[in-house]
């Protein structure tokens, strides 16, 4: 057993792993320990409507209160669900017919941009085993939000790299669950644009625990880093 000390969360189990498409899991046991159990992808983010409050605990906007909200998608949306974390961020979300859930499109209001990816990428695996990993490659295409201008493309690199049996202390008691690590990466003509993403979610209630860094590099320029860490006050 390892335990690992992030903000609002304790990591208990560290054998977790994805199951990417026409794999076989084989469960990994040892040292008289039972394997993970396989948990499938869509009880860890059920894609049904809700609202939850989350209160920011560390990094940008410290101590503010945010409202993530899940819904249907319009008919002139992109997906079948959308994600929004107040004005922070919004996922456009599909779930695969071997249940996991993609991100077609990320927008960034506070930035202005929108950036859809071909193919999607995954934010929840289809299933979780020991010892396998989620990685696509593609186009990821950044637009001006309001105008919907296209500014920029350039070829992404997407990883779902950890699945973590997991304890979460939020503001609305403890939560047992699963972390999903992934690091997202789009390579532009005179920079990078980073965004490593950790997400605690409990089977059955979704997401509990966020925290993301989201970094800017422009090519001889400079370097901006956001990090923000929330977790869930109130159900």
């Known amino acids: 057993m390892r335990r690992t000390a992030i903000p609002g ?11 990417g498409a026409g794999q076989t899991p084989v469960p990994e046991r040892g040292g008289g320990e039972p394997a993970t159990p396989r948990v499938p992808g869509e009880q860890l983010l059920p894609l049904d409507e809700r ?17 993530l909200t899940l819904r249907r998608a319009a008919e002139n949306e992109v997906g079948d669900w959308v994600l929004t974390m107040t004005d922070l961020n919004v996922m456009h979300l599909r779930r695969t017919r071997a249940g996991a859930v993609e991100v077609l499109r990320l927008e960034l209001p506070r930035e202005n941009r929108a950036i859809d990816y071909q193919p999607a990428v995954r934010l929840i695996p289809a299933s979780v085993v020991p010892q396998a990993r989620v990685e696509v490659t593609g186009i990821a295409r950044i637009s001006n939000l309001e105008t919907g201008e296209q500014v920029r493309s350039g070829r992404f690199s997407h990883q779902v790299d950890q699945v973590t049996r997991s304890r979460f202390n939020t503001q609305a008691g403890e939560r047992v669950g699963y ?5 997202h990466q789009v390579d532009l003509d005179l920079g990078q644009l980073q965004l490593s993403l950790e997400g605690g979610f409990v089977p059955g209630q979704g997401m509990v625990y966020r925290h993301m860094r989201y970094t800017i590099d422009k090519l001889f320029v400079f370097s901006e880093t956001t990090r923000r860490t929330a977790v869930l006050a109130e159900d």
């Open 51 to 67: 609202t939850r409050t989350f209160r920011i605990v560390e990094g940008d906007r410290a101590g503010e209160r945010v409202t």
């Open 179 to 183: 972390l999903v690590v992934v690091d």
């Open 9 to 19: 969360i304790i990591i208990v189990i560290a054998t977790g792993a994805i199951l």
